[in-house]
């Protein structure tokens, strides 16, 4: 055992010198005074000299003999793996509200007013004027007494079907075709001279009662005698010798249909017209909401630049 002086008392506690002389150092401690110089070996004071040595290898030691004492650096490194992790969160969730934003802003700015692109179905109401044209046609029938009203009720709902393509090409408008389906004229025509020839076959009844006609006068006896005396059936001579109750398909296709360039904004459709219709241009105010459209007549616009007149005129997205 070599003296070593630099190391007194003053610079251990009690533990630290029990453990550096576990046989009586208890009574060592207490026998020592204070400032007093303590012993150690070759080995102890050499570890003693190296500051630094004793110095980095102190930590480790005592975390390693006391677990307690080494629980604070790794609370603090768990606390700033932690703290690292949550930021890294933050970040990723603030940069994917951002982009969200962003994207939906841009969906606004650029395909919100193009948003009519698509195939949409109008039906236009052909019941008045299948009514109308019927009516003055029966007023030439001697005493047919029968009003306009009595005719439109015996109508059914008779509808055409138009056709409205928007093919988006730029942020405001595109290309535009619509078209009468003409599958939908005709049976709309059909339906339209059927109930016509409901009301014509009632007509004739009357009058052949008023007659004194005695035998049946019910619908498949006066068919029977219209038959007999048109030579076809009143369906077929009421479309061939009767008035017009429909404008023909090739008139309504020239008066509607065609194709050329839309513009979309601010609440405006503009419509210009390079086939079918040229050189027309057509200003209509529009509500999209979801699956439909609404046309209404712009300000300053003719009424006959709508569905012959009809407006508002309600579309229907097909897909």
């Known amino acids: 055992m070599l ?17 550096d002389h576990p046989a009586g150092g208890d009574a060592a401690w207490d026998d020592l005074a204070p400032g007093e110089a ?14 630094s040595g004793a110095a980095d290898s102190s930590a480790d030691d005592w975390a390693a003999d006391d677990p307690a004492a080494g629980r604070v650096p790794m609370a603090n490194t768990a606390r700033k793996s932690m703290g690292r992790t949550v930021r890294g969160t933050l970040r990723c969730l603030l940069l994917l509200t951002v982009g969200a934003v962003c994207a939906f802003w841009a969906y606004v700015r650029f395909f919100a007013e ?14 008045e004027q299948a009514a109308a044209s019927a009516f003055c046609w029966l ?24 056709n409205l393509t928007l093919r988006k090409t730029s942020r405001l408008g595109g290309n535009f075709q619509c078209n009468i389906s003409p599958e939908s004229y005709e049976a709309c025509r059909q339906a339209a001279y059927e109930a016509f020839a409901g009301i014509f076959r009632e007509i004739v009844a009357k009058r052949l009662h008023m007659a004194g006609y005695v035998e049946g006068v019910d619908v498949q006896s006066v068919e029977a005698l219209a038959a007999e005396a048109f030579g076809m059936p009143t369906v077929s001579y009421l479309m061939e010798k009767g008035p017009a109750l429909l404008p023909a398909l090739e ?15 601010d609440g405006i459709l503009t419509r210009h017209f390079t086939e079918g219709q040229p050189d027309t241009v057509r200003t209509e105010s529009y509500i999209r909401q979801g699956s439909s459209l609404v046309l209404s007549k712009g300000a300053g616009s003719d009424v006959r630049e709508g569905l012959f007149g009809q407006h508002p005129v309600f579309y229907t997205k097909n897909r």
């Open 139 to 162: 007023q030439d029938i001697e005493q047919a007494s029968v009003s306009l009203e009595e005719v439109g009720a015996s109508m059914p709902d008779l509808t055409i079907q138009v």
């Open 114 to 127: 193009g948003g009519m692109a698509g195939e949409w179905t109008a039906s236009l109401d052909m019941r």
């Open 251 to 265: 008139e309504m296709q020239a008066r509607y249909g065609g194709s050329g360039v839309y513009e979309a904004k």
């Open 38 to 51: 303590v012993l150690y070996d070759d080995g102890e004071a050499g570890a003693a000299e190296d500051g």
């Open 3 to 19: 003296e070593k002086e630099g190391f007194a008392r003053d610079d251990f506690t009690k533990n630290d010198f029990t453990e």
